[in-house]
């Protein structure tokens, strides 16, 4: 069965300051892979997403990620920290079920932004 | 564009009381709809998801149930709630496999629930 691991709960980061979110994913086949955001209250919305090809891919806000197959990665980074980007973060790996692709998610990454 | 409405925002209910929550999607034709609750610190949980009318597959067994009475509602429903099941619940939809979709979730605003 697949699986993410975000290893940390929180972190914070000073406005400005540059930003990586860790996220390591089990999947025994070529993953989907998927960053999402969640504001307090909110629905989630998605970042980014990786399929296939390019292992940089691009993102909403800023945002880009790099799938490291190797190391079963797929780090989500910004280079430079809004106070808006305070919020919850997801990692996720789709899997194929019985006639839809099913989300795992990571427990998410909360991350705090000092003015 | 394709717009995902849930309601109710949020909802306080006594122990044993029933429930219903309503997910409906705009904007699209035959999607896959899925249930998540989210409780602090654990994530996502999926819960139902449907890829057709009348059809639901439950990933976790409990006091809830899910229906799909037309192509673009889904319903998630109680008997008798328990103070377990109070959490954030998530509807969200993606597009059809035999779409060439379905990789991506798209996601509801959510219904706060909370079980006195």
């Known amino acids: 069965a697949q699986s993410v691991t975000q290893p940390d709960i929180h972190i914070t980061v000073s406005e400005g300051a540059s930003l990586e979110l860790r996220c390591n994913y089990s999947?025994?086949?070529?993953?989907?892979l998927f960053w999402y955001v969640q504001s307090p209250g909110q629905g989630l919305q998605l970042l980014l997403k990786?399929?296939?090809?390019?292992?940089l891919v691009q993102g909403i806000k800023g945002f880009e990620a790099e799938f490291k197959r190797s190391q079963s990665s797929f780090n989500l980074r910004k280079p430079s920290v809004h106070w808006s980007d305070a919020a919850e973060y997801f990692c996720?790996?789709?899997?194929?079920?019985?006639?839809?692709?099913?989300?795992?998610f990571g427990k998410g990454t909360k991350l705090s932004v000092i003015p | 564009s394709q717009t995902i409405h849930q309601w109710p925002a949020t909802l306080v209910q006594p122990v044993g009381s029933p429930l219903s929550l309503e997910c409906t999607v705009e904007?699209?034709?035959?999607?896959?709809l899925y249930w998540y609750r989210q409780a602090a610190g654990r994530g996502l949980q999926l819960l139902f998801y449907?890829?057709?009318?009348?059809?639901i597959s439950s990933e976790v067994p409990q006091n809830l149930s899910a229906s799909r009475p037309q192509d673009r509602q889904f319903i998630l429903s109680s008997k008798k709630l328990l103070l377990s099941d109070s959490g954030f619940y998530l509807c969200?939809?993606?597009?059809?496999?035999?779409?060439?979709?379905?990789?991506?979730?798209?996601f509801g605003p959510g219904t706060r629930l909370t079980v006195l």
């Open positions: 990786y399929f296939s090809g390019d292992t």
């Open positions: 969200a939809w993606s597009a059809p496999l035999w779409a060439g979709g379905g990789n991506e979730q798209f």
């Open positions: 996720a790996v789709a899997a194929r079920g019985a006639g839809s692709y099913q989300l795992t």
């Open positions: 999947y025994g086949a070529t993953p989907y």
């Open positions: 449907s890829v057709g009318i009348g059809q």
């Open positions: 904007g699209t034709s035959n999607p896959n």
